[in-house]
């Protein structure tokens, strides 16, 4: 029996069918095709200041795909970030950060190559800031889980492999109106931000860990101090 998800797609413009190998390998979970559950949020992407856009619908075919829930209970928020760090540019401001990076993706990197579909957290451009500040030693493993779970990021399901490309099959558009959109996009990254500046604000509590801990202690991904992801 086959399992069929609808997810979709927020661009510029309609994309009818979707090509294996194109993109911007840089992006939080390296080349594939990312999508969302919720149209809304599709709206939201697809749309900048200037242009409105679309949020391209699709039907994707699960059956037989392997599936990585990044943001389910088998993993916890150090695997997240070891794979942002695996793909994205990071600003490594001190040798605690350089040594971090290096010790996260070693002990902490998920092995992703065997999985067709990856679903996780989105980490834009103001969640990205938290994940940059842990890195550099300025905010807490607890401040980081709190951004990422309670925060309204949204969870994206990137197709990864060709065998999940040959399995989404396009339903149809609907328009993404600037004017509408925009604005939501813009609230809830200020929204962040204000979040990212508050938590930075906060005292220190005595027993905080900071990745300087992490590396003192020399953690891996078994460590029960560390809180497995809350959604699945």
């Known amino acids: 029996m086959s399992k069929t998800a609808i997810i979709y797609h927020g661009s510029q413009r309609i994309i009818k069918k979707p090509v294996f190998g194109e993109g911007n390998p840089r992006n939080d ?52 970030l070891a794979v942002l760090l695996n793909n994205r540019t990071f600003r490594i401001s001190n040798n605690v950060a350089a040594e971090g990076k290096a010790y996260l993706l070693e002990k902490f990197l998920p092995d992703a190559g065997a999985y067709d579909v990856i679903i996780g957290y989105r980490a834009d ?52 109106d600037r004017e509408v959109y925009y604005p939501q996009k813009s609230a809830r990254d200020k929204e962040a931000r204000l979040a990212y500046r508050k938590e930075q604000g906060l005292q220190r509590a005595v027993d905080s860990i900071y990745l300087i801990d992490i590396l003192r202690e020399r953690w891996d991904n078994d460590d029960a101090r560390i809180r497995r992801n809350v959604s699945g």
């Open 29 to 80: 979970y390296g080349l594939g095709f990312y999508c969302t559950y919720e149209i809304e949020l599709a709206k939201e992407w697809a749309c900048t200041e200037e242009k409105s856009g679309y949020a391209n619908q699709y039907d994707l075919d699960l059956t037989n795909l392997a599936v990585m829930r990044l943001s389910g209970a088998d993993y916890n928020i150090l695997n997240w």
């Open 125 to 176: 451009d103001s969640y990205f800031s938290f994940a940059n500040a842990f890195l550099n030693n300025t905010l807490s493993l607890a401040q980081l889980e709190n951004a990422m779970y309670l925060g309204e990021l949204g969870e994206q399901t990137v197709l990864k492999s060709q065998k999940s490309f040959e399995r989404i099959r396009f339903v149809r558009s609907e328009a993404a």
